[in-house]
C-alpha cells in the first residue's frame, strides 16, 4: 500500500523560508498526482492553500507557493508569519482515489 | 457566499447505518468533483469517498468500500455519504470538500 509521507514537524522563524515535502513511499510525485495542499489550525476545518501542484486557491497570500522539488511536491512558505502556525496536509490523487499525508505541525518561533 | 453545510451527523450504534447530505451554495456545483474526508479525534485526515461532477467516476477508501455509498444530485446541489454496517473506527468529524472549498464537518460517533 502507498503511504504519503510528511515531516512530522518542522520549526520556522518568523520572516523566514520553509519549505514543506510530500513524497511517496515508493517511488516519484509528479504533477500527474496533482497534490494540493491544506491548512488547518485546531479546531477549525481544513483551508485549501494550493491545488494541481502549484494553483493558489482564492485568497491564499501569495508566499504560500506549490512546486515539484527532485522526487516530492513541496509547499513552500516565504517570510513566515505567528498565524502560518497550523498543520499543514497533502493530499495526492492516486487511480483509484486520494491519499493524505500524515501531516506536518509547523510551528513559527 | 461559497459554502458547504454538512449535516447527518450523530451517535449511533456499531451495525447501524447513517445518512450524511452536504449543502453547497455560492458556487456552480456540478463544475466539481466532490469528497468526504474525515478527521478521527486526534487524528490526521482521511480521504473517505470521491465523486465526479457527472456521478460517472466513484472511489472509496479501502476501510469503507463496500459499506459506504456516495451519491450527487447536481439539481439540488447536494451530495450524500450513505454509511451502512458502521464502526468504532469510523467515528470522526466527516467533511464534505471539493478542492477549494470545504465544509465545517459533521461529528459521527460509533457506540453502544
Known amino acids: 500500500q502507498t503511504v504519503v509521507t510528511q515531516e512530522p514537524s518542522f520549526s520556522v522563524s518568523p520572516g523566514g523560508t520553509v519549505t514543506l515535502t510530500c513524497g511517496l513511499s515508493s517511488g516519484s510525485v509528479s504533477t500527474s498526482y496533482y497534490p494540493s495542499w491544506y491548512q488547518q489550525t485546531p479546531g477549525q476545518a481544513p483551508r485549501t492553500l494550493i491545488y494541481?501542484?502549484?494553483t493558489r486557491s482564492s485568497g491564499v497570500p501569495d508566499r504560500f507557493s506549490g512546486s515539484i522539488l527532485g522526487n516530492k511536491a513541496a509547499l513552500t512558505i516565504t517570510g513566515a508569519q505567528a498565524d502560518d502556525e497550523s498543520d499543514y496536509y497533502c493530499?495526492?490523487?492516486?487511480?483509484?482515489?486520494?491519499?493524505f499525508g500524515g501531516g506536518t505541525k509547523l510551528t513559527v518561533l | 457566499e461559497v459554502q458547504l453545510v454538512e449535516s447527518g451527523g450523530g451517535l449511533v450504534q456499531p451495525g447501524r447505518s447513517l445518512r450524511l447530505s452536504c449543502a453547497a451554495s455560492?458556487?456552480?456545483?456540478?463544475?466539481?468533483?466532490m469528497h468526504w474526508v474525515r478527521q478521527a479525534p486526534g487524528k490526521g485526515l482521511e480521504w473517505v469517498s470521491g465523486i465526479s461532477w457527472n456521478s460517472g467516476s466513484i472511489g472509496y477508501a479501502d476501510s469503507v468500500k463496500g459499506r459506504f455509498t456516495i451519491s450527487r444530485d447536481n439539481a439540488k446541489n447536494s451530495l450524500y455519504l450513505q454509511m451502512n454496517s458502521l464502526r468504532a473506527e469510523d467515528t470522526a468529524l466527516y467533511y464534505c470538500a471539493n478542492r477549494v472549498v470545504w465544509g465545517q464537518g459533521t461529528l459521527v460517533t460509533v457506540s453502544s
Open positions: 455560492g458556487f456552480t456545483f456540478d463544475d466539481y468533483a
Open positions: 494541481s501542484t502549484n
Open positions: 493530499v495526492l490523487y492516486m487511480g483509484s482515489g486520494m491519499v
